[in-house]
């Protein structure tokens, strides 16, 4: 008996997507956004919603199950990485008064990420938070060619930036929510 994981999914129209695409959250009804923000913000959203999904249904020691020796990847540690990402892009939005890091030094984002209930907890929390107050700075800017913070940074590219952030790491829990249990999405 092998220790690898049966490659599996809830889907019963196509077998490597996550969910049926009429059971996809991230399937909205109707057009697409209009003009250039909305479409940015639909982005955004639709990665969260992926990185939630790659967690759903896991207990705290899968979310901290890390990849590969030597890395310290884990679901858990990417929802942390993120929670600080978005405090990062706070602070280059409003250096004048800059956020402390929320989990300490370098990689504490991911090296404190411990199959413990009461930090799984603490991560989403975190995770919220920080969207929701990095959101609410940049939906002071509606100009998206706004030069923003000490080195005039333009909205659009912390719009794009943070698209390509959750971009990047939902690809990251692709492959470790299919070594913890063989889930397969889209």
Same mark, same amino acid.
């Given at each position: $008996?092998?220790?690898?994981? =049966?490659?599996?999914?809830?889907?019963?129209?196509?077998?490597?997507?996550?969910?049926? &695409?009429?059971?996809?959250?991230?399937?909205?009804?109707?057009?697409?956004?209009?003009?250039?923000?909305?479409? *940015?913000?639909?982005? +955004?959203?639709? @990665?969260? $919603?992926?990185?939630? $999904?790659?967690?759903?249904?896991?207990?705290?020691?899968?979310?901290?199950?890390?990849?590969? &020796?030597?890395?310290?990847?884990?679901?858990?540690?990417?929802? !942390?990485? +993120?929670?600080?990402?978005? !405090?990062?892009?706070?602070? /280059?939005?409003?250096?004048?008064?800059?956020?402390?890091?929320? @989990?300490?030094?370098?990689?504490?984002?991911? =090296?404190?990420?411990?199959?413990?209930?009461?930090?799984?907890?603490?991560?989403?929390?975190?995770?919220?938070?920080?969207?929701?107050?990095?959101?609410?700075?940049?939906? =002071? @800017?509606?100009? *998206?060619?706004?030069?923003?913070?000490?080195?005039?940074?333009?909205?659009?590219? *912390? /719009?794009?930036?943070?698209?390509?952030? @959750?971009?990047?790491?939902?690809?990251?829990?692709?492959?470790?929510?299919?070594?913890?249990?063989?889930?397969?999405?889209?």
């Amino acid at each position: $008996m092998s220790d690898k994981p =049966e490659r599996w999914t809830k889907a019963s129209v196509y077998p490597d997507m996550w969910v049926d &695409p009429d059971d996809d959250p991230r399937n909205s009804e109707g057009a697409s956004p209009d003009g250039e923000l909305a479409t *940015l913000q639909d982005f +955004l959203t639709g @990665y969260r $919603m992926t990185l939630r $999904m790659k967690c759903d249904g896991l207990a705290p020691q899968d979310l901290a199950r890390r990849s590969v &020796p030597p890395s310290t990847m884990s679901l858990l540690g990417l929802v !942390r990485h +993120l929670a600080e990402v978005e !405090r990062d892009w706070r602070n /280059w939005i409003r250096p004048e008064d800059p956020a402390p890091k929320l @989990y300490g030094a370098r990689d504490a984002d991911f =090296e404190g990420a411990v199959a413990e209930q009461a930090v799984v907890e603490a991560a989403f929390t975190d995770l919220a938070r920080e969207q929701a107050e990095t959101d609410a700075a940049l939906a =002071e @800017y509606a100009d *998206l060619g706004t030069r923003v913070g000490k080195d005039g940074t333009v909205v659009r590219e *912390l /719009w794009v930036h943070r698209i390509e952030e @959750y971009a990047r790491h939902c690809g990251h829990a692709d492959l470790l929510r299919e070594c913890i249990d063989g889930r397969v999405g889209q």
